[in-house]
């Protein structure tokens, strides 16, 4: 179980990086190859946290930040997936999947969490409306830092809960774990490249001479796989 | 005087430093009240507010209060690109614009900001510095090498594309619209694609071997052997199936699904 003192730094953390997904100041530290990492970092095993960080990173990619659209919450939810996979000084076989794992399933979560705050937003903007149309500068100041602070509550609690669930869980799937490391890690890996590669090339297939493109890329990166 | 007795100037009214930084600062936190009715208005008034207090009769006249509740009006644009029409906007109203002219202006910049903005950041660089990172973490360079690299690379562009946007809105006024055809933001999101699918082929085959784990995970040379191409080979396969299935079957759902049987396959083994 996960104490309170533990549980601090990583809600702070985990609200910076979820606000940093919408609010501010969208520099892409939510991007889950730098919150995995912090992540992995802060609960003691930055290799664990970094590898969990480029899994999620190709799974996010398919996923564009488009305003009006309801899209998984990166931030906290690397921070937690790279935590849960660091969570143990010793990288156990399934540690990385379950960090994904939960790294996946926490950004579901964490999109219907920031729906619900684009909809609070909406109720606040609405009663804010009469003194905002008169021109009032406290009715526009108080409403964005209302919705900034907001952001940073929710991705703090996401960050809480989540750990707060997962971490048993992963104590006792880590425990109970049977599939090797080779096994285990090619399925990860395959999954994730699948997702990015697919995802890149329905945004990117329309430019001229798309294929040559990604084909000269693919032949070089096999022989850098080979030779290295 | 009212902002409707002021004659439109050629020339950029005077506007100090210390309002174009708060300007420019606050544009970090642009979508900070984001929702669905408004969507950015209340972000583009909050961002303009430190430049209105300039306008004749200052923060308790009329002109300064008209301008607010104008530029808090519904909008919706990239967060990034929204700068273009905050400079433009400023400079409308420091010159005293019609106020149907500027809500005009504020209704027809909506979508071609919104749409040069997620081809060129959301589809194009975001994209193009991820793939760098996973590129550099396949060739196994450290986590804060990767970090910093991505960030300092991504961050590169994206300050670097907001200080343009606002100085060339300021610049252009409500005729910037001209500006957003030059060549490189038109032809830029086709580079960039190019790019990507360069990157993408070099770097994904690498992030996979590296996520196998040939160095620093004890995994043994034969199973590596049989793992890395079984792995790509699935990739293929699955990036295959997720390129033809309807946009709406969602891969990293997929990958969800695939990981959660993954688990529960080895538990209850």
């Avoid at chain 2, 009214?13 to 979508?31: D, E, G, H, K, N």
């Avoid at chain 2, 032809?187 to 040939?214: K, S």
């Amino acid at each position: 179980m996960i104490g309170a003192a533990q549980l601090l730094p990583f809600s702070l953390l985990g609200a910076l990086v979820g606000a940093d997904v919408v609010s501010f100041p969208q520099a892409m530290l939510s991007r889950p190859i730098v919150a995995a990492t912090l992540g992995g970092a802060l609960a003691g095993n930055v290799a664990a946290g970094v590898l969990t960080g480029a899994v999620l990173e190709m799974v996010a990619m398919e996923t564009l930040p488009v305003g009006a659209s309801r899209y998984p919450e990166w931030g906290s939810a690397s921070l937690v997936g790279g935590a849960i996979a660091g969570w143990h000084p010793v990288m156990r076989p399934g540690a990385i999947n379950h960090g994904v794992f939960v790294g996946i399933a926490t950004a579901w979560a964490g999109g219907w969490s920031m729906y619900a705050l684009r909809r609070l937003n909406g109720v606040w903007a609405e009663r804010a409306l009469p003194a905002m149309e008169a021109g009032s500068r406290r009715a526009v100041m108080s409403l964005q830092l209302r919705g900034l602070t907001a952001d940073l509550f929710r991705a703090a609690i996401v960050t809480a809960i989540a750990l707060l669930v997962w971490t048993p869980i992963n104590d006792y799937a880590l425990a109970h774990w049977t599939v090797g490391r080779a096994a285990a890690h090619s399925i990860l890996a395959a999954a994730a490249a699948a997702v990015a590669g697919g995802a890149i090339w329905r945004q990117s297939h329309g430019a001229a001479g798309s294929k040559w493109y990604l084909l000269a890329g693919a032949v070089l990166g096999v022989v850098l796989v080979i030779v290295a | 005087m009212t902002a409707s007795d002021r004659a439109p100037t050629t020339i950029a009214p005077a506007l100090s430093w210390s309002a174009r930084i708060a300007v420019f600062t606050r544009m970090f936190a642009v979508q900070g009240s984001w929702n669905y009715e408004t969507m950015l208005g209340p972000g583009i008034g909050f961002c303009a507010e430190p430049a209105l207090r300039e306008l004749p009769g200052g923060p308790d006249g009329p002109a300064y209060r008209d301008a607010l509740a104008r530029e808090t009006r519904y909008f919706n644009a990239h967060p990034y690109l929204a700068a273009v029409a905050i400079g433009a906007l400023v400079r409308a109203e420091l010159e005293g614009r019609p106020a149907g002219q500027i809500e005009r202006f504020r209704t027809a910049m909506c979508g071609p900001l919104g749409s040069l903005g997620d081809r060129l950041v959301w589809a194009g660089w975001l994209p193009f510095c991820s793939l760098v990172a996973l590129l550099a973490f396949g060739l196994h360079a450290s986590p804060l090498v990767i970090v910093l690299l991505f960030l300092g690379l991504y961050n590169a562009g994206h300050v670097a594309l907001r200080a343009w946007g606002v100085s060339t809105g300021w610049r252009s006024g409500l005729r910037v619209a001209a500006s957003l055809g030059s060549p490189l933001l038109q032809r830029g999101p086709q580079y960039l694609a190019r790019a990507v699918l360069f990157l993408a082929g070099l770097a994904l085959p690498l992030a996979i071997a590296r996520v196998i784990g040939r160095r620093g995970l004890e995994i043994p040379s034969h199973d590596w052997k049989i793992a890395l191409p079984l792995a790509a080979l699935f990739a293929i396969v699955l990036a295959a199936l997720l390129v033809r299935l309807p946009a709406r079957v969602e891969g990293w759902r997929a990958a969800l699904v695939v990981l959660a049987v993954l688990i529960l396959i080895s538990i209850a083994r």
